[in-house]
C-alpha cells in the first residue's frame, strides 16, 4: 500500500483565531492548548473536507447517498484496496446483502469524500496532526453597528483575539484517494480557505503554499521519507 506523508504550508496574511472557551460575554478568544495557540486536527479536517466537496461531491453525496445506485463490481475492488473482502465487512457491520444498508456502504466507498474521510462505516483514509502556534495576539476591538440607524452603537464594543501568526504548518498522512487529494491542495493553493472564525471580517484566509510545502512517498520497504517540493507533483 502506498502511504503520503505531507508537510504543508499555508500563508495565512492577516492572523487567525481558532474560537477558545467563551470567557467573557465582550470577547472572542483564541483556542490555546499547553501554552500554544492551536488549530485542532478536527478543523483542518473540516476545511480539507469541505474543498474536496466543492470539487467532488455529487447531489447523492449530500443526501447520504440513500437515493444512490452503484455498481457491486467495483467494490470488491476498492475493498480489496483496503485488504477486506465485501463478506468480512458485511459480517463485521451486520449488513444483510440486498439490503439498502449495504447499497450506501458501497455508494459511500465509492465517493472520494466517504474514501477520503471516512464514514461510519470505514475509517478515515487522512490523519491530519494538531497545529501548535507560537506567536502573540493582537487585540482588535469592533464596533456592533445599529442595523436600525446605521451607526455605532457606543455600549455595544466586542474585543477579538487575533493569533498574529503569517504561516502555519499541518503534517498530514494520506493512505487513499490521492488522485482526489492533490486536486484539493491545487485547489487550496489556488482558491484558498478560512481558518476558524472572523472570515467576514477578512481574518483567518489561508492559501497553501505549493512551493514551500512538501511531500514524501513511502513504500513498507523503504526506509526513511525524502520530502521533495509539492510544486513538484502540482503545477499552479
Ligand atoms: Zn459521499
Known amino acids: ?37 492551536v488549530i485542532p486536527w478536527s478543523s483542518w479536517k473540516g476545511i480539507f473536507r469541505r474543498a474536496t466537496e466543492i ?9 447520504e447517498h440513500r437515493e444512490e445506485k452503484v455498481d457491486n463490481q467495483k467494490v470488491e475492488e476498492l475493498l480489496k484496496a483496503r485488504g477486506f473482502t465485501l463478506e468480512e465487512v458485511m459480517k463485521a457491520k451486520n449488513l444483510e446483502s440486498k439490503s ?17 474521510y471516512g ?48 504561516s502555519v504548518s499541518a503534517k498530514v498522512i494520506v493512505r487513499d484517494g490521492i488522485k482526489e487529494w492533490l486536486e484539493t491542495l491545487k ?7 478560512f481558518i476558524g472564525g472572523g472570515k467576514s ?9 505549493l512551493k514551500e510545502s512538501e511531500y514524501a512517498k513511502i513504500d513498507s520497504l523503504t526506509g526513511r521519507p525524502k520530502f521533495q517540493p509539492l510544486s513538484d507533483i502540482i503545477k499552479g
Do not use: W
Open 119 to 166: 464514514s461510519e462505516y470505514f475509517a478515515s483514509a487522512v490523519t491530519f496532526s494538531d497545529t501548535l502556534i507560537d506567536a502573540g495576539i493582537n487585540l482588535r476591538t469592533h464596533a456592533v453597528i445599529d442595523r436600525v440607524t446605521g451607526g455605532v452603537r457606543e455600549q455595544h464594543l466586542f474585543k477579538e483575539e487575533i493569533v498574529d501568526v503569517k
Open 100 to 116: 439498502d444498508e449495504l447499497q450506501r456502504f458501497i455508494a459511500m466507498l465509492n465517493c472520494p469524500i466517504e474514501r477520503l
Open 55 to 63: 470539487l467532488f461531491a455529487s447531489e447523492n453525496h449530500f443526501k
Open 201 to 209: 471580517r477578512g481574518i483567518g484566509y489561508a492559501a497553501l503554499d
Open 187 to 193: 485547489f487550496l493553493s489556488q482558491v484558498g480557505t
Open 1 to 37: 500500500m502506498e502511504v503520503y506523508l505531507f508537510k504543508l504550508k499555508f500563508n495565512t496574511p492577516y492572523g487567525l483565531r481558532v474560537g477558545g472557551p467563551k470567557e467573557s460575554i465582550d470577547t472572542l478568544t483564541a483556542l490555546r492548548m499547553e501554552g500554544y495557540y
